[in-house]
Structures are given as C-alpha cells and as structure tokens.
C-alpha cells in the first residue's frame, strides 16, 4: 500500500474570503472574485471606443486603451494620457473588471484622455516587486510607443500626447502608480525626448508602516485583519509592513527630496482607514518642496472612485480635470525637451 494515500493535504497559510487561498506547498487556489466586488450598476459610456493591445508578450500582459468620441464637426486632436493601475490589494483585481472599465471609460470621456489600464501580475502567485515591474515594462513599452512616431499603435498614433502623460491608480494600483514615478524621477526608466511626465494621482493610495496611524488605529472591525493579510501576501516572505514597497517612508526606504518628482493629486476619502497615510504622504511631500494639492472627500471610503457615478465621483472629476489641464499647460513648446 502506497504511503501516498496517508499523505495530508497541504496547510491553508492565507485565506482570504475564500477567494485566494495559499497553501503550506506553495500552490495558490483562487475562488470567484464577484464576492468582493461591488454589485453596480457599472454602465458603459456612449461612444467612448476601447481595444486591448498586448505590452509584454512574454508574460501575456496586456493595456487595455481607451478614447473618447470626437465631438461632430470638430478635428481630432491629441489628448493627454492616463496612465491607470487597478486596485485590490496586490493580491484580487484585474484591469477588465466592470468597475475600473466603467471607471476608465468615464474618465477617457470627462476629462477628456487617452486612458491606458494596465494589466500586471498578481501575488501571492507574483510577489511585490513583480507588479512594479510590471508597470515599469509597461511605461517603456509606452515610451519605444512614443518613439515609433506614426508607426506606433494606431490608436496611440492618432490620438495620445505623450508630452501630456499623468500616471495614476486606485488602492493598491495608486502604490503601484507612486513606484513607477519614483523609478522614472530615479532614472531607472528612461522616458526618450517624446514622453514626459506631467503629474501623477492617487485614488485611495494603499500604502502600509508597522506603526498604525490614528485612522487605522480608531478602526475595530475585521478589515484592519484583512489589510495585514493582504500584505502579508502581497510583500516578500517575511517582509513587514515597513518595507519600502508597503511604507514610503520606513526605515529602509530610499529618500524622496531629492527626485525631481512631478505635481501629485492625492485623494483621501475621510471614512477610509488607510487616509491616515495619505495625509502622511502628502505632508511629507509638501515639506520637501514638492507639488502636492489633497483633494478630501470626508464622507466617502475607500476606492469611492469606481463605485458610481455619485455626487462624489462628480467632484472627483472636475478636480481631476482642473489637475490634467493644468499640467497638461505645462507641456512644453516647440523646441524643448518633452521629458521629466
């Protein structure tokens, strides 16, 4: 008799919600993601076209890009670019749930923009850095885009100003966006002459530090439990809260006063937990000198951004699109270099 049978299953380490289970072996089991997600409505938004185009043919990645109608009896110009990264944890989410699709198309429209949502590789399966470096892949992918001139992507050829491009994301993808710009403010992605970096936006930033801030701390319910999972998770073995990917500002983490980092718009939803370090964030940022406007939402919560088209998401809007013209006015002219 074979001593296979006898064997046990593999421990449960994680369980989250019954929709990422990491096992003792390494395996990961995932269950359906519906049950974490919001119910809607999240309708789509006449006339604004979409198409998925690979970024990374070697992992699958893919950008799913949005446009805008243009209004009858008016030229098509170039808009400026949004670059967006889902949210959820590092560990649920993708690029095509309705949610941020609804989202992604409502902001190609309101703003108006060329939106790029980017698809990157999830942990526990991929563990942080693996989702940064997705995102880096995917900014020089749009830079060698910027190069190629009339032959890039058509859509990307008739209609994006890469001299007008704004990195952003929701939640985890609003970390994601902030990597990415310290990266491109390092030098580690060399942006050519086409592309230059006009701003960056955080929507419900999901960063982490093993000290609680007074917004985490005043919170008694299950979700404090869930966050620290989500890190666990999501962070490499053994990492704590204070790693430079979870806490900007932790002991390890690379200093940010000297990076020439451009203007930033920090949302901050008053009833979310984690606007504790969004406050943090951006008070830091103002004392190096940098470019922050904080945009508070006291009522709203987390990721209020791509749950509907509230009174709320209105306001959001209208401060997204004054923050994107104006940066936008900051492009250069003729003659100048476009790059951060």
Not at 14 to 25: A, I, M, N, P, S
Not at 201 to 206: D, E, N, P, R, T
Request: glycine residues 10%; contains cysteine.
């Amino acid at each position: 008799m074979s001593g296979d049978s006898n064997t046990a299953p593999p421990q449960v380490l994680e369980d989250f919600f019954g929709v990422v289970r990491l096992l003792g072996d390494g395996s990961v089991v995932r269950g359906d993601e519906s049950v974490l997600m919001p119910a809607g409505p999240f309708p789509d938004v006449p006339g604004v076209q979409w198409k998925d185009a690979v970024y990374d043919a070697t992992r699958g990645l893919k950008v799913r890009m949005y446009r805008p109608p243009v209004p009858a009896g008016e030229q098509s110009n170039k808009l400026p670019v949004l670059v967006y990264f889902h949210g959820g944890g590092y560990c649920v989410g993708a690029y095509d749930q309705p949610m941020f699709h609804s989202c992604c198309q409502r902001f190609a429209a309101e703003l108006p923009a060329v939106v790029l949502s980017v698809q990157y590789r999830l942990a526990p399966e991929h563990r942080l850095p693996a989702a940064i470096d997705d995102g880096t892949a995917f900014i020089s992918w749009l830079c060698t885009q910027a190069a190629l001139g009339p032959r890039s992507e058509p859509w990307l050829a008739e209609s994006a100003d890469f001299a007008r491009t704004f990195v952003s994301g929701v939640s985890a993808g609003a970390n994601l966006a902030h990597h990415v710009v310290v990266r491109i403010a390092s030098g580690n992605i060399a942006l050519g002459p086409a592309v230059r970096l006009a701003g960056y936006i955080l929507f419900s930033a999901f960063f982490g530090g093993v000290e609680r801030t007074a917004t985490e701390a005043a919170d008694v319910s299950a979700v404090t439990a869930a966050i620290d999972q989500l890190w666990r998770m999501a962070l490499p073995v053994g990492a704590t809260r204070d790693h430079p990917l979870a806490n900007p500002f932790g002991p390890d983490s690379p200093g940010l006063e000297a990076l020439p980092l451009p203007p930033a718009l920090l949302v901050a939803p008053g009833r979310d937990m984690l606007c504790g370090h969004v406050l943090r964030y951006a008070a830091r940022l103002k004392e190096m000198g940098k470019a922050v406007e904080l945009a508070e939402f006291e009522e709203e919560e987390h990721g209020f951004s791509v749950r509907g088209w509230s009174e709320a998401n209105q306001e959001l809007v209208r401060i997204l699109k004054r923050f994107v013209h104006h940066g936008a006015a900051r492009a250069p002219s003729s003659g100048e270099t476009a790059a951060a």
